[in-house]
């Protein structure tokens, strides 16, 4: 519990910091630094077991089928990490109460940053892969909101947004790397796969996990080619870059190497691929750092390149290496940390960081020049400083390497001496000189706290570069052993070993740095150049930048191509789906005998003909001529339901013509409101227009002859064994009738019914609900051209008038006489629905026709002055009704819907056959009533609201749907 | 007896009329009663989900006509934690809609009900005419709470929408069709007994039926080629709507899902397995264009639609290897796809209603009410979404990449998640920064008409919380899962549970 709460706390306390007031830097600070503090006391309460040697480990089930458990694992590497971790965290917590100005919102600095605290632990105790990878990206995502820390400015933005792209896309490599190398060993427990060396250097994916770790490891640890984004990172405020860009994030890129370096180094792939990197890297960086005028740029560059250095050690992967690679993380971290934090008392003090502007500072502040000074020595090697006794390692370790023969890596590590020289010797020159006169804000000491950590740190270096076997030995010592295990080589950490080549190799460096920067400071003015000599060509950053501008302007351009936002590429993709079945088919019919011809029928024929004309008639008219289409395709309709009537399908055909009916009249008064289309003029179809044209034509033709084949199959098919026989025998002696088709709807499959009632509920719903807010075209609300002329009786009529008492006066007679008729048929067609053709849907429907009726007689108002029509009752009557009927069932312990027949002998009527089914066909009838007449009272109230339409709710137009 | 199974179809379809009915006027009421059916329906799918725990396939005969000539309902630990899945959402958006939008239109909370109706159908229907109907319920509805409140982008793609999607009823009904003439039954535990029975000389006319019924399913997934609709709905819904919507395209997978696993399983002889092949390209393009589609979008809103195609792209290459560690793995990912994309729907809601004349644009704009909580929570959608730790997303991924290990095409598949989760995470970091960053740097302040409402942060934080809670709990779930998926992978059992059942009083 102890291990877990190093983890939790810290993202307790970020969750807390980001709830505090803004101006609470006291409380924030202290806040962050208890949480460190605490984090320090625990972690050095382990140091005896750890020093013992031992392993602690703390599991919490997680995922336990797929392997994952949540593992905390202290061994001696993940303890000094942690205490790095910690330590420097600790002080940069100090230095940025002072640092952070009073009007930066302190609360989102201190939360990410015990975020990243939280999440950096939680990479170097994870004991389980998976997990690691987990507390990996999250270090991405909070140093993305770090470094953006000041997102008001573009440079912060762009360097978050390469930062984190680059790391992000470094996290997915090392995933699948992890799940690989999961793959390979079977495990991801850590124990495990350390323990499985052997087996991964052998394994057939070897190389593709190595390359993926790497490349999440080089990517993370600014390795070159990724190691543009370092530099503009340096956008965050100096406490972030000195504690995630020197001492922490960075570092663990290399963690992860030295971590797994018993899995998986030990074979040339892994030398090339790690060592390969860091040479270059190393160069690059160091070489690059001289050049640059922003002190932190130039700390960038050098972390760079030390990370190089680091890398190249891993990379050489023996025993001693890694001792010395270790061993310089660790000093690395304490110097750098200072320099980032000495470079930001400079920028907060003097208001920039601009090497060519400042000069002189010792005089004004002569003890952090003092400090600078010393870990600036520190980071060029010099000896009595912890910077020398590992670069010393460095270069006895590239000795080794190429032994007698090939002395290209000592070379290498040479030339990486010389150029670190020089960039130190460029940094201490701030401090030198004339003092400058020109700098934005004149300079003084900074708060005694706010220098404290530079003093710490830089004391540490001095004290380790002395006497190094006593201070930092035993530390190293864990790590090492934990590291290494069995393989720990001897090794002396001493300041001085004797006059020996890698001691001449460092005074080659030193004394080479002093010439090579004397050289370039006077004879290639420094100052005045804006790029790197020789490697400014290949520069990352801007092929990141070129790289995702072609990417997105690529994603923009293929979405343009790929994509559409209109209907009829759609659409024409389905009917190419369409095209396709033929192909499926091919061969088909062959198969089966088919089944004997009947004659044609010369008249049946000649219906279809009228169908078949009246569909294409339709479609070509329906363009421009929104009547004609409707009517055209109204008699394809009829044509249907005539061929189901040929077919001997009655109670299809009476449902088909009612719905034809109906729908077609509803479609004819929503037509009134719609805008007249202008008829283009077709001069001349482009030739454009006119492939596209026959394309289309082409396709639509080829789907319906593709459903015509479907259909054609499927009628050629012999008939195979379906439940319509069960229906057909149950019918009438279970579901109480003989009309096999009420009672399948009814009562079989009623269910189906009570959900296609619903849908045309909805329907009504959705069309009331869309013609509220619907204002009709501004030219079509007067009266209709047909009627405009004055001699027309209309135009100066209401519609009630013209019923009432105009021209209209005989048919309107006629018409309301047809209200009980139609009533009448209605309860007729639905009492015998049961047994003949008929039924609550096509009763409903009859029912609504008559309703219909009078409002196109005479206009809605007179309507609704004589009748209560009230839709939405009878839409939610029948739909409770139909519901409630099938929950009576419960009642009797049988499943919804479940029907019963009651037969009884009524006097005058006889025996009497009363099903359940009844009234729940009751119910459709109800809701197929409301839901037409909810529809029809939404058109028809457009033509009450259409008339005080232009003065009051122009602006509303809109709102309009085109 | 048993009539749970039938309760989270029914309750909604008598709430959404009794809504209509009586508390048209008194938004008030409607609230309270929509807000109790989806609370009530949230207690039955815990109720269902608990009766499905230890394996057992329930059925229930509607009318009591036994299968395979009555309609019966199915529940299995699939059906149940969509039902879950749905009923946790509906409650959360709903506490969203409350805020405001269910004013903004007529019939909002019946329309509403009928919409859960659907689903809920959908889900445990175990008839494929029956499922038809479910998905008209569910497209009809759909379509008037996309075009409620209006507006006219909104009404142009709801067009759109619903046009599409009819065509591919159309479909539906012709697939249906050609089924049962072959099989001459419309159970699908019936069709499952008898597709390795069918003669050789059928299979052309099943097979056509059977890929005819996957473009129907592809299309409400919003698969390459038949995702076009999607962004333009998505995106022109109202935040609530769209939120709402993430359940909808699950709709699709699910019934691809079901049919052929139960239907086209090793149990079809021939026929085994034959979505596989055609799925499984289609889905990789689909993650590829969805994600692409991320990077391009200049609208908040366009972006999201785009990345729950991602999303639906992942999901489907997980389903169309058709193995059980796989199918675990895409329904983990289903459960956290749902929850990220509609709680991304509902913060762009929140952040294009304050962005007053500038809406969802991925453009610069003056500072907006509630930036910092929204700019907060917007980043932790957009981590759930593009699948980085320590959100669900990440587990989600990690565990189809786990799955797809085996795959003849596991390279391909890898690279096309990852490349995918790169674009996604791209495309997120730019609008983020575009829109909660580069907005700072701009002076003045967009006054907003609206009032923040505290049920809107709610609903988010609820969302949010879930995909924590699948992360924490990630074990236990994935313990359910994994066993869901052996069910789904013994359709013996579903068959047995709905065929050699007959109902005893």
Not at chain 1, 492 to 500: M, Q, R, T
Not at chain 1, 581 to 599: D, F, K, M, S, Y
Not at chain 2, 96 to 105: E, L, M, N, Q, V
Not at chain 2, 250 to 258: E, F, L, Q, T
């Amino acid at each position: 519990m102890l291990l877990f709460s190093l983890i939790f706390v810290p993202f307790v306390g970020s969750l807390v910091a980001a709830l505090l007031p803004a101006d609470a830097r006291n409380r924030e600070a202290w806040l962050a630094g208890g949480v460190t503090v605490y984090g320090l006391v625990v972690a050095a309460s382990l140091y005896p077991e750890i020093a013992a040697g031992e392993i602690l480990r703390h599991d919490l089930p997680w995922l336990p089928a797929q392997g994952l458990d949540f593992v905390l694992r202290v061994d001696g590497l993940a303890w000094v990490f942690t205490m790095l971790v910690l330590a420097i965290g600790f002080l940069v917590v100090l230095y940025a109460r002072y640092y952070m100005s009073p009007s930066d919102p302190v609360p989102r600095f201190f939360s990410f940053l015990l975020a990243f605290m939280g999440s950096m632990l939680g990479v170097v105790l994870s004991g389980n892969l998976v997990q690691l990878v987990v507390f990996w990206e999250l270090t991405s995502l909070t140093s993305f909101l770090l470094i953006a820390y000041w997102h008001h400015r573009a440079d912060a933005r762009r360097g978050a947004r390469m930062a984190f792209t680059v790391t992000a896309t470094g996290g997915l490599c090392l995933m699948a790397g992890v799940l690989v190398l999961g793959h390979i060993v079977g495990s991801y427990d850590l124990d495990v796969v350390l323990a499985a060396g052997d087996r991964i250097r052998a394994h057939d994916l070897y190389l593709v996990a190595l390359v993926l770790i790497a490349l999440g490891a080089l990517t993370k640890s600014a390795q070159f080619p990724f190691h543009f984004w370092l530099p503009h990172a340096m956008a965050a405020p100096t406490p972030v870059s000195s504690y995630l860009h020197s001492a922490t994030m960075v570092k663990a890129g290399v963690f992860l190497l030295v971590r797994l370096w018993p899995a998986l180094s030990g074979t040339p792939e892994w030398s090339w691929i790690i060592g390969g990197a860091g040479v270059c890297t190393l160069l690059i960086g160091a070489f690059a750092a001289i050049f640059q005028h922003d002190l932190k740029g130039l700390l960038a560059y050098s972390t760079i390149s030390h990370l190089g250095l680091i890398t190249v050690l891993i990379g050489i992967g023996t025993p001693l290496a890694m001792v010395a690679a270790i061993f310089h993380i660790l000093n690395h971290a304490t110097f750098k940390a200072s320099l980032f934090m000495a470079a930001g008392i400079i920028d907060h003090e003097t208001g920039t960081r601009d090497m060519r502007v400042l000069r002189g500072l010792r005089h004004k502040l002569p003890i952090t020049a003092t400090l600078a000074i010393v870990a600036g020595a520190a980071m060029a090697g010099v000896p009595l400083l912890n910077g020398f006794l590992s670069k010393e390692m460095f270069f006895s370790e590239a000795l080794l390497v190429g032994s007698d023969r090939n002395w290209w890596m000592s070379a290498a590590a040479v030339a990486m001496g010389i150029f670190s020289v020089a960039y130190s010797l460029r940094f201490i020159a701030i401090f030198f000189g004339p003092p400058a006169t020109d700098l934005p804000r004149v300079p003084h000491e900074p708060p005694r706290w706010m220098r404290f950590p530079v003093e710490l740190l830089v004391l540490a270096c001095l004290v380790v570069g002395v006497v190094p076997a006593i201070s930092i030995g035993p530390i190293l010592d864990v790590a090492v052993h934990a590291t290494l295990g069995a393989s720990t080589p001897q090794y002396d950490l001493a300041p001085w070993h004797g006059f020996n080549l890698p001691l001449l190799m460092s005074v080659i460096a030193l004394v080479g740095g002093v010439l090579f920067y004397v050289v370039l400071r006077n004879r290639f003015d420094l100052h005045a150049r804006t790029r790197t000599p020789l490697i400014y060509r290949f520069n990352g950053a801007q092929a990141y930048e070129t790289v995702m501008l072609r990417l997105t302007s690529g994603a923009e351009w293929l979405l343009r191509w790929l994509g559409t936002s209109r209907l009829q590429p759609q659409l024409l993709i389905m009917i190419i789906a369409m095209l396709g079945v033929p192909l499926l088919l091919a061969g088909v019919p062959t198969q089966w005998t088919t089944i004997p011809r009947q004659g044609t029928d010369p008249l049946f024929a000649l219906v279809w003909v009228i169908g078949c004309v009246c569909a294409v008639a339709g479609a070509w008219m329906a363009k421009y001529h929104r009547l004609a289409a409707l009517s055209l395709i109204g008699g394809t309709g009829i044509i249907t339901a005539i061929t189901f009537l040929w077919l001997s399908a009655p109670d299809l055909a009476l449902t088909q013509l009612m719905v034809e009916t109906v729908t077609t009249v509803l479609i004819l008064l929503g037509l009134r409101w719609l805008p007249p289309r202008i008829e283009a003029k077709e001069l001349e179809t482009p030739s454009g227009v006119w492939l596209h044209r026959s394309r289309d034509m082409a396709v639509a033709v080829a789907g319906g002859l593709a459903m015509a084949a479907l259909t054609y199959a499927v009628l050629i098919h012999p008939a195979s064994d379906t439940i319509s026989d069960f229906f057909l025998l149950r019918a009438l002696s279970e579901g109480g009738g003989s009309n096999v088709v009420n009672v399948l709807l009814v009562d079989f499959r009623s269910f189906d019914t009570l959900g296609e009632v619903t849908v045309l509920s909805i329907v009504a719903l959705t069309v009331y609900a869309l013609l509220r807010r619907f204002r009709p075209a501004p030219e079509s609300t007067g009266v209709p051209a047909q009627q405009g002329h004055s001699l027309d009786p209309a135009s100066h009529q209401t519609p009630a008038e013209q019923a009432n008492s105009g021209y209209l006066m005989v048919a309107g007679i006629y018409l309301r006489l047809l209200l009980p008729f139609l009533g009448v048929i209605a309860v007729y067609f639905f009492m015998r629905g049961h047994n003949l053709p008929g039924g609550g849907f096509v009763a409903g429907l009859i029912f609504a026709v008559a309703i219909l009726v009078q409002y196109m007689l005479a206009g809605a108002v007179w309507v609704e002055n004589h009748l209560r029509v009230r839709p939405h009752r009878w839409l939610a009557f029948g739909l409770v009704l139909a519901c409630t009927t099938g929950l009576g069932a419960w009642l009797f312990e049988y499943p919804f819907l479940t029907t019963h027949t009651a037969h009884v002998t009524l006097p005058l009527l006889g025996d009497l056959h009363l099903p359940s089914a009844f009234v729940f066909d009751l119910g459709v009838f109800a809701a197929v009533v409301g839901t037409t007449m909810l529809i029809l009272v939404a058109l028809a109230h457009q033509s009450v609201r259409a008339h005080r339409l232009p003065s009051e709710e122009a602006p509303q137009d809109s709102r309009r749907p085109s | 007896m048993n009539h749970w199974l039938i309760l989270p179809i029914l309750l909604p379809a008598l709430v959404a009329p009794l809504i209509a009915l009586t508390m048209r006027y008194d938004i008030v009421l409607a609230r309270i009663f929509s807000l109790a059916s989806a609370a009530a329906l949230l207690a039955l799918a815990l109720i269902l989900t608990g009766i499905a725990h230890d394996g057992t396939v329930t059925s229930y005969l509607l009318g009591n006509w036994a299968a395979p000539f009555g309609i019966v309902l199915v529940l299995d630990r699939l059906s149940a934690l969509m039902l879950l899945l749905t009923a946790v959402l509906a409650v959360v958006v709903l506490l969203y809609s409350i805020g405001g939008w269910d004013k903004r239109g007529r019939h909002f909370h019946s329309l509403y009900q009928f919409q859960l109706m659907g689903i809920n159908g959908a889900f445990l229907t175990g008839d494929f005419f029956n499922l038809f109907v479910f998905f008209e319920v569910l497209l009809i509805a759909s379509y008037g709470l996309m075009v409620h409140g209006g507006g006219r982008d909104c009404v142009r793609a709801g067009v759109q929408y619903v046009i599409v999607n009819l065509v591919g009823s159309s479909v539906f009904l012709i697939a249906v069709g050609l089924i049962y003439s072959v099989v001459g039954t419309l159970n699908m535990a019936d069709l499952a007994v008898k597709v390795a029975d069918v003669p050789p000389g059928d299979r052309a006319l099943l097979v056509t039926g059977a890929l005819l019924l996957l473009l129907v399913f592809a299309i409400k997934a919003a698969l390459v080629p038949v995702q076009f609709w999607l962004p333009g709905t998505y995106a022109n819904a109202p935040g609530p709507v769209a939120a709402l919507f993430a359940v909808m395209t699950k709709v699709g997978a699910y019934s691809i899902i079901r049919m052929y696993t139960l239907a086209f399983g090793d149990g079809a002889g021939d026929l085994a397995w034959l979505a596989g092949p055609w799925l499984m390209p289609a889905a990789l393009v689909t993650l590829l264009l969805g994600m692409v589609g991320v990077l391009a979008s200049r609208a908040l809103g366009q972006m999201a639609s785009f990345a729950v195609i991602g999303s639906m792209g992942t999901l489907l290459v997980a389903v169309s290897l058709f193995t059980p560690m796989a199918m675990s793995a895409a329904l983990y990912y289903l459960l956290h796809s749902t929850l990220a994309a509609a709680s991304m729907f509902l913060i762009i809601d929140l952040v294009s209603e304050r962005r007053t004349g500038f809406g969802g644009n991925i453009e610069v704009a003056p500072r907006f009410a509630q930036m910092g909580f929204l700019a907060c929570v917007f980043f932790l959608a957009a981590i759930a979404m593009t699948g980085m730790p320590p959100l669900s997303g990440f587990i989600g991924k990690l565990l189809i990449l786990d799955g797809v290990r085996d795959a003849d095409w596991a390279y391909v598949i890898w690279a096309v998640i990852l490349l995918g989760s790169l674009l996604a995470i791209v495309g997120f970091a730019r609008a983020g920064s575009t829109v909660f960053w580069k907005s700072r740097s701009m002076e003045g302040a967009l006054k907003s008409s609206r009032r923040p409402v505290v049920l809107s942060f709610v609903a988010v934080g609820m969302l949010l919380s879930g995909t924590v809670f699948l992360t924490v709990f990630a074990g236990p779930v994935t313990a359910y899962l994994d066993k869901t998926a052996l069910q789904i992978f013994t359709p013996s059992v579903y068959v047995e549970a709905v065929l050699g059942h007959v109902w005893d009083k």
